[in-house]
């Protein structure tokens, strides 16, 4: 079985990685180290810099996930700094930015980033774009999933099996091991 | 006349830098360089990384500044992240997240990086504890300073010339000048 080391501390990221590569026959192994995220717009190069930070410093190859919900009405906020979002405001308060907000269209992305010890970074983005629902609906994923509606269903309604098929972190994973085989 | 090299892009601090400094004759010279800017939840390890990164980069001793606005009941929000907020939701939308919110408080914090190359970074920081606004008043100083209330008036209103004596800026400046004489 193939294995591949996955840099995160994050556990909702951790299971549905392992859930969409148990299926391709690759084995995830979580490594805890941890990487300097840089304050960038965009996910790409924070997912590079810091594939390449950890790989030089594990003397491994390694990958990492940054991912980020981009409301469109609120110019791509949370984007980079969704998760610090999550912690510190929440869902509810993501909610209420949105009350008075028709243009509901919301782009989920996650950037896969992947380095060789030595080596140059690459990454594979996938996205899904979706809607923000007027409230949390459903108790599956994690993170923003209760409030991003995919064809009238939250993530968090839809169930991670359902989910893990079309979500922007299984066509990230996908592209990246279209490129790996 | 003593000089500083000072490693920013925002205007803002530039003017209020040299505004603070030329009192204690020291000439502030702008670097537009940049340096990678961690995602951290305190101002200080962002600040030091990126001194330490200029400083090695441009072989010279530099200065930087890394500023955030804390507000109590949103769990630090912005708080790092203050900039790209300012930038993409603005002012409105964040009196919009404090619209239900009784406890106002707020703290103002910037934290000067300095290092000399192959050196270590010192930091020095300084806060302003205020208030939210509920709305937006004065036209002075740049960013949040329009929200931000200090002993009933906010710095928009206070003129930077007043700014300048008291602000979360001037504090760490102060303290920085006085570990280098």
Redesign the interface.
Known sequence: MRKIIFVTGNRGKLREAKDILAAKDIEVIQNNHGY????E?ELEP?AA?GAKWAADELKMPVMVDDSGLFIHA????P???SA??E???GNQ?VL??M?DETDRRATFKSVIGYCEPGGEPVVFTGTVDGNIAYEERGSGGFGYDPIFEYEGQTFGELGDAVKNTLSHRRRALDKFFDWLD
């Open positions: 300097p995220e840089l304050q717009d924070i810099y609120l110019n791509g906020f984007g980079p700094y610090f979002v912690e510190n405001l308060r209420k930015l009350e």
